[in-house]
């Protein structure tokens, strides 16, 4: 059935708006601070296909997976999938992410027949393991980072199955908590599929379906356009993760981008063999990044659906980092390495379409995992969040400072929400100084969040990256400054942690967190003097760094430029970057 311009439009922005809806109910009825106050959510609807249709502006990681979470979790569920039914997994081997995150599927039925599927993905707290919040930086395998459920009928013709659900809570540290999360991503589902329903009653469920695979033919054709509009050839790029949380061993993601005509491969042939430690991307993840790049180095206008990505082939070779085999840990997989693989999509890419590719954003999540036993209440307490860090700067534009960076979209967490939920007083929440990589356009300052431990004792777990090997800068433009992650103890002792590991706090220890700043694009030295000013006045840029990375001299009295001196500083920088070319 052919669908006029006028309608197909009204249709394919009320299901992106579904989508969204269903977003907001889920955050509004969620109970951990993760989901309501940071958003660690997202939401898509189906066609009967099981293809993508439409997506709300969630986070990128869940969104990029969620393709390959409905179509092997409907897969290996054996069962019939019946009216008010739902399906819930986290098995990252099924789901694409890690065990923190939930999915839950429900088929939409008009009249008997399957109109589309509805489904969300949230991130939980805590789902067991042995550390709170279930991200152990040095797990070494599946097992240890908590339940695993395979994909089971959690909701049964309305109902929640009462002995699985007290199978899951039997097994996670916050079980009220959990079933609060669980019970609104029900109710996102459930809204999801009524305003569905309202669809089909007002176009029918033919008109429907034709709109669907309408908008998805649309969005081929778009995104053929974009790729056939990049030159032919083979462009290669690596990066590294700075260790496994096992070994100090870097490990290496490498790329070769394939351009022929209006298609697009991507092959990771290369890439070192699956790990120890808990860096291993599923391949779902590693299909997000992929996903998420492309729509950033195209037109991020063209309704995102299966048509966007049917130009694409990916070449994953099983065993990999990138596609580990069961039972590998991969708990940072889709935290860590998903954005190592951002950064050097991104780098190949600067070789393709420089002109809309940025440096290296802080390339890490920097996820903080901390619980306990309350001593009031004898009853386990868990606290997760990620932090911002720089983006990259761009050609001609700064990076954002202190901002979540590609593959997560998730808020900030109000300090405020923090304090009055767990037994933690902040200290200092600020941009970072120098952080932020010199260049033409600067990159984006990282954070320095630090606060105090009130409770008895609590188990810390950080995963993070680049601590040792910085974000890197574009056509001159110098890295981001790493991150840094202390602990202050309260006898005064100040111990440097790693970027992967689990320790034990004490009350009164003080955790300082410095997140990495974004790369810098372009050379420093022909940055406009009064934009560096304007920094060094905001706060971002020190007067020493002004001289050094910049070339621009100011008055530390009158804070003014001396222009001419900024000249003559600049041609002897100049002069020593041709010398040491040269060399």
Known sequence: ???????????????????????????????????????????????????????????????????????????????????????????????????????????????????????????????????????????????????????????????????LAELILSNVRTPKITMGDLRAQIAANNLGARRILELVEKYGVKRLHSAMEAVMDYSERRMRAEIGRMPEGSYEAEDYLEDTGVSDEPVKIKVKITIKGTNITFDYTGTDPQVEGPVNAPLGVTISGIYFTLICVTDPTIPINDGCYRPVSVIVPEGCLLNPRRPAPVAGGNVETSQRNVDVLLRAFAKIVPERVCAAGQGTMNNISVGGIDPETGKPWTFYETIAGGYGARLGMDGVDGI??????????????????????????????DSGGP??????????????????????????????????????????????????????ETIRLRSKCTVRMERGDILVIRTPGGGGYGNPLERDPKLVLRDVLDGLVSLDSARRDYGVVIDPETMELDLEATRKLRENLSASERQMEGL
């Open 439 to 492: 260049g033409k356009w600067r990159g984006g300052c990282g954070i320095e969040r630090s606060w105090m431990l009130l409770a008895p004792s609590a188990t810390l777990s950080i995963l993070a990256e680049r601590s040792k090997i910085p974000p890197w800068g574009l056509f001159g433009g110098k890295p981001g400054a790493p991150g840094e992650y202390l602990l202050i103890k309260s006898s005064g």
């Open 404 to 433: 979540h960076v590609h593959m997560t979209n998730t808020m900030n967490t109000p300090i405020e929400t923090i304090e009055s939920y767990y037994p933690i007083r902040f200290l200092r929440y600020c941009l970072r100084r």
């Open 1 to 163: 059935m052919k669908v006029d311009p006028v309608t197909l439009e009204v249709v394919r922005g009320a299901l992106t708006y579904i989508a969204e809806e269903m977003g907001i109910a889920l955050r509004n009825s969620a109970y951990s601070p993760n989901i309501k106050e940071r958003m660690d959510h997202s939401c898509a609807i189906f066609d009967p296909k099981r293809r993508l249709v439409a997506q709300a502006e969630h986070i990128p990681v869940h969104l990029g997976s969620m393709s390959y979470a409905v179509k092997m979790g409907l897969e290996h569920f054996r069962e019939a999938l019946g009216d008010g039914d739902m399906i819930l997994f986290n098995d990252p081997y099924y789901s694409g992410t890690h065990l923190p995150d939930m999915t839950l599927i429900a088929p939409v039925y008009h009249e008997g027949e399957l109109v589309a599927y509805v489904a969300n993905k949230a991130h939980h707290s805590d789902v067991g393991g042995k550390t709170p919040g279930s991200l152990a930086g040095d797990a070494t395998e599946l097992f240890q980072e908590g339940i695993i459920i395979p994909p089971v009928k959690f909701v049964k013709a309305g109902e929640i199955d009462g002995e």
